[in-house]
T-cell receptor
Framework: EAEVAQSPRYKITEKSQAVAFWCDPISGHATLYWYRQILGQGPELLVQFQDESVVDDSQLPKDRFSAERLKGVDSTLKIQPAELGDSAMYLC???????????FGSGTRLTVV | KQEVTQIPAALSVPEGENLVLNCSFTDSAIYNLQWFRQDPGKGLTSLLLIQSSQREQTSGRLNASLDKSSGRSTLYIAASQPGDSATYLCALRSGGYNKLIFGAGTRLAVHP
């Protein structure tokens, strides 16, 4: 069964350092999403790509977060500088079409110390 | 603004019980609704997807229903097992948003 790949699984970083997460969606899925999930809460959308274009980044803290999907396939989410409040699970998901369900990756657990 | 609420927040039941998890939403104009399972520290696993034109979906011991007019969905788990212990999240894609909006989840513990 096709999967959404994410790496790393875990990341510990010091405050003010830079950190990056990678996601490879299911082949053929044009839509890619990055979600952030704080412990005990539901995931919240950070950024949505349609192919290589950003279609929704309204909840992305653009002063420190950036995301790209250069060739419309895999994607990178970066945080610089990291803050203590960024500690969370970062989830990537992809979808073939809006009428289809989302498939999520295993996530990256970020701890900022 | 679409809001999704899940009740109860936590549930502990003995093995073998049939149980119902609830999800309510404020805007009935939805494309579809999806139920996910999340094990501690892990990603989300899709359980069931219900399109707006459907009333329910079934997979094994799981049955999910959708009532748009009342803004509700329920996930029914039959004959619960300890392996069902996890957090269950409902999420929906509604008319004005091309993204999934999640509830906070119901944390389920099934004890032997």
């Amino acid at each position: 069964e096709a999967e959404v790949a994410q790496s790393p699984r875990y990341k510990i970083t010091e405050k003010s350092q830079a950190v990056a997460f990678w996601c490879d969606p299911i082949s053929g899925h044009a839509t890619l999403y990055w979600y952030r999930q704080i412990l005990g809460q539901g995931p919240e959308l950070l950024v949505q790509f349609q192919d290589e274009s950003v279609v929704d980044d309204s909840q992305l803290p653009k002063d420190r977060f950036s995301a790209e999907r250069l060739k419309g396939v895999d994607s990178t989410l970066k945080i610089q500088p990291a803050e203590l409040g960024d500690s969370a699970m970062y989830l990537c998901a992809s979808s073939f079409h809006e009428n289809y369900g989302y498939t999520f990756g295993s996530g990256t657990r970020l701890t900022v110390v | 603004k679409q809001e999704v609420t899940q009740i109860p927040a936590a549930l502990s039941v003995p093995e073998g019980e049939n149980l119902v998890l609830n999800c309510s939403f404020t805007d009935s104009a939805i494309y579809n609704l999806q139920w996910f399972r999340q094990d501690p520290g892990k990603g989300l696993t899709s359980l069931l997807l219900i399109q707006s034109s459907q009333r329910e979906q079934t997979s094994g011991r799981l049955n999910a229903s959708l009532d748009k007019s009342s803004g509700r969905s329920t996930l029914y788990i039959a004959a619960s097992q300890p392996g069902d212990s996890a957090t269950y999240l409902c999420a929906l894609r509604s008319g004005g948003y091309n993204k999934l909006i999640f509830g906070a989840g119901t944390r389920l513990a099934v004890h032997p």
